[in-house]
């Protein structure tokens, strides 16, 4: 079970980062394209914790698989993913993007404006901004905001993974039965 996890971890961490490579590479600095490509990529990669779980349960659990231990190797694929993912932010963050914060401060009020957004929207985002860019700041704070971006979609995948892949024992179906058939 540990290879599967860190096997499929491991590549959907790679996978989750594909995002930043196209987007340093193609020098596209649309904040938008870079978002779209970002979260196609993790959804690419947190799809392979129903690979990863489907894999363990056919060729080394004998074809069944509980809730439970499904989503807690979806849940350790997760944050495996997630956790490469933040890693290679904070390297491209600190290396190739030191003034991201305020890009994307900047790019939000422009938005704002060509919503036709009043002068009070647009004053209020300006300081909640702010302080976005002040914390931005703190490495802390950027790791938890980038685990914020990305866990919350690996733990929805390994839930929704754990309850489709989720399959009984001939032995749990017939204990199951019986309970039923009890209780009438």
């Not at 991201?100 to 002068?119: C, L, P, V």
């Not at 004053?123 to 490495?139: Q, R, S, T």
């Not at 690996?154 to 179906?173: E, N, P, S, V, Y």
Request: hydrophobic letters at 50%.
């Amino acid at each position: 079970m540990t290879k599967t996890i860190l096997t499929y971890g491991l590549i959907g961490g790679v996978i989750s980062t594909i995002g930043y490579i196209i987007t340093f590479l193609t020098g596209h600095e649309d904040m938008t394209f870079a978002m779209i490509i970002g979260f196609a990529s993790m959804i690419v990669a947190f799809s392979l914790i129903f690979v990863g779980i489907k894999s363990y349960r056919d060729k080394q659990a004998g074809g069944s698989i509980t809730f439970g231990k499904a989503l807690k190797m979806g849940l350790l694929m997760s944050l495996i993913t997630s956790t490469i993912y933040v890693f290679v932010w904070l390297i491209a963050l600190y290396n190739y993007y030191p003034d991201f914060a305020q890009k994307y401060a900047d790019t939000q009020i422009e938005q704002m404006r060509a919503a036709g957004s009043t002068a009070e929207q647009i004053n209020a985002k300006i300081a909640e901004n702010a302080v976005f860019v002040e914390n931005y700041k703190n490495p802390v704070i950027v790791i938890l905001y980038t685990y914020i971006e990305i866990l919350p979609i690996g733990i929805l995948f390994a839930l929704i993974a754990a309850a489709i892949l989720q399959r009984k024992t001939k032995h749990d179906k017939a204990e199951f039965k019986a309970w039923v058939e009890s209780q009438e």
